[in-house]
């Protein structure tokens, strides 16, 4: 597992603290399944709000030439630091629970997130510096990363990625501007395609096979607590499995030896 060796065994937070915060983590996501549907009407009408409901790439790139830099750098900084924390005191709090969490969370992304979880015990603050997604937060928690080192990073890589989508934005500011011209111009027929994409979406999830975002954290209490269960179990059986290697070891030890010989000497 993920859990640093020299990490601090950690109490397990009240149901209150946990709730503090998954509260705030369900919040930002229904705000960007609302940045998702209205997308179209807010790039044209409150581009600001866009990035503060849902500050994915793409919405960060529309909105770029829209917006003054105080507004862009200072709002979009906040909305993108706002999960961060939280997903790193999830891991900080649960550890190896939480990171098996994020594992089992997708059937399709779940090797993806193993082989993240092997490579970043070797390059922990690369990846906090460049990629400061989710799982990475958590990774961060999990593993015993100090609080101070992991939010310069964090904050250190947001505001250069910010600094590059700015400077994109800039490089091809003609066709950025006649794209929104474009979604300015069929902005209620567009708004009515992603409200209903956004709607099907979550239709699709809730009755699949997998979850959707909002529905995992719901769940997360409860698959947190299935979580421990199973690596308690799983330690467990190591330590009866080492047992069982211990005795073997000195039976076979104990048939290499001759016997001793009685008082007769033979």
Same mark, same amino acid.
């Given at each position: 597992?993920?859990?640093?060796?020299?990490?601090? +065994?950690?109490?397990?937070?009240?149901?209150?603290?946990?709730?503090?915060?998954?509260?705030?983590?369900? /919040?930002?996501?229904?705000?960007?399944?609302?940045? =998702? *549907?209205?997308?179209?009407?807010? @790039?044209?009408?409150?581009?600001?709000?866009?990035?503060?409901?849902?500050?994915?790439?793409?919405? !960060?790139?529309?909105?770029?030439?829209?917006? =003054?830099?105080?507004?862009?750098?200072? @709002?979009?900084?906040?909305?993108?630091?706002? /999960?961060?924390? !939280?997903?790193? !005191?999830?891991g900080y709090f649960?550890?190896?629970?939480?990171?098996?969490?994020?594992?089992?969370?997708?059937?399709?992304?779940?090797?993806?997130?193993?082989?993240?979880?092997?490579?970043?015990?070797?390059?922990?603050?690369?990846?906090?510096?460049?990629?400061?997604?989710?799982?990475?937060?958590?990774?961060?928690?999990?593993?015993?990363?100090?609080?101070?080192?992991?939010?310069?990073?964090?904050?250190?890589?947001?505001?250069?990625?910010?600094?590059?989508?700015?400077?994109?934005? =800039?490089?091809?500011?003609?066709?950025?501007?006649? !794209?929104?011209?474009?979604?300015?111009?069929?902005?209620?027929?567009?708004?009515?395609?992603?409200?209903? @994409?956004?709607?099907?979406?979550?239709?699709? $999830?809730?009755?699949?096979?997998?979850?959707?975002?909002?529905?995992?954290?719901?769940?997360?209490?409860?698959?947190l607590e299935e979580?421990?269960?199973?690596?308690?179990?799983?330690?467990?059986?190591?330590?009866?499995?080492?047992?069982? $290697?211990?005795?073997?070891? +000195? *039976?076979? /030890?104990? =048939?290499?030896?001759?016997?001793?010989?009685?008082?007769?000497?033979?």
């Open positions: 597992m993920i859990r640093a060796v020299d990490a601090p +065994a950690r109490s397990k937070p009240s149901r209150l603290t946990f709730w503090l915060i998954v509260g705030p983590l369900v /919040a930002l996501v229904i705000a960007s399944y609302i940045g =998702d *549907a209205l997308a179209p009407t807010l @790039v044209d009408e409150h581009p600001l709000l866009l990035i503060a409901l849902n500050a994915r790439n793409r919405n !960060l790139v529309l909105v770029t030439n829209e917006l =003054d830099a105080w507004s862009y750098y200072l @709002v979009g900084t906040v909305r993108l630091l706002l /999960a961060d924390p !939280l997903f790193y !005191l999830l649960y550890g190896d629970a939480a990171v098996r969490w994020a594992e089992k969370r997708s059937r399709t992304f779940g090797g993806i997130l193993r082989s993240v979880e092997r490579f970043f015990q070797k390059a922990s603050y690369p990846l906090v510096l460049i990629a400061p997604n989710n799982p990475i937060c958590l990774f961060a928690g999990a593993s015993g990363m100090s609080p101070p080192v992991f939010f310069t990073l964090n904050l250190t890589g947001t505001v250069a990625r910010l600094i590059l989508i700015r400077w994109v934005g =800039d490089i091809f500011s003609g066709p950025l501007d006649s !794209l929104v011209d474009l979604i300015r111009e069929y902005r209620l027929p567009l708004t009515a395609l992603t409200i209903t @994409v956004t709607g099907f979406l979550l239709w699709n $999830e809730s009755r699949g096979e997998g979850e959707s975002e909002l529905e995992a954290l719901m769940r997360l209490e409860e698959e979580a421990e269960e199973e690596i308690e179990h799983e330690h467990e059986v190591e330590r009866e499995l080492d047992v069982w $290697e211990a005795a073997e070891s +000195a *039976a076979h /030890a104990g =048939d290499d030896h001759p016997p001793e010989p009685d008082e007769d000497g033979r």
